[in-house]
Nanobody, 123 residues
Framework: VQLQASGGGLVQAGGSLRLSCAAS????????RGWFRQAPGKERELVAV????????YYQDSVKGRFTISRDNAKNTVYLQMNSLKPEDTAVYYC?????????????????WGQGTEVTVSS
């Protein structure tokens, strides 16, 4: 079982990036999926999570209105569209999957993790 995150990079403030997290080894269509991030010297924090069918979504307050999480169960993939990026969004972004249909806001509840993709936003 593997989660492969991609799409990170260097972008100027105000720019956009789209992260993808492709799952392999099993189907995750009935799993909650999420994105977390970890900035240097800080704890890993939740960014956005989505339940199995997309009708329950949660965002961290600082990204509301700028980021959009979505999923394509046919492709076993979850996305994070990030617009109006700010320097404080700079971090390594990790995707995660949780057994069960419901989302959780606790990183401890996620069972599978990707390797992370780095996002750097310059001012």
């Amino acid at each position: 079982v593997q989660l492969q995150a991609s799409g990170g990079g260097l972008v100027q403030a105000g720019g956009s990036l789209r992260l993808s997290c492709a799952a392999s080894g099993r189907t995750f269509s009935t799993y909650a999926r999420g994105w977390f991030r970890q900035a240097p010297g800080k704890e890993r924090e939740l960014v956005a999570v989505i339940n199995w069918n997309g009708d329950s979504i949660y965002y961290q307050d600082s990204v509301k209105g700028r980021f959009t999480i979505s999923r394509d169960n046919a492709k076993n993939t979850v996305y994070l569209q990030m617009n109006s990026l700010k320097p404080e969004d700079t971090a390594v972004y990790y995707c995660a999957a949780r057994r069960g249909l419901l989302v959780s806001l606790r990183r401890e509840d996620y069972d599978y993790w990707g390797q992370g993709t780095e996002v750097t936003v310059s001012s």
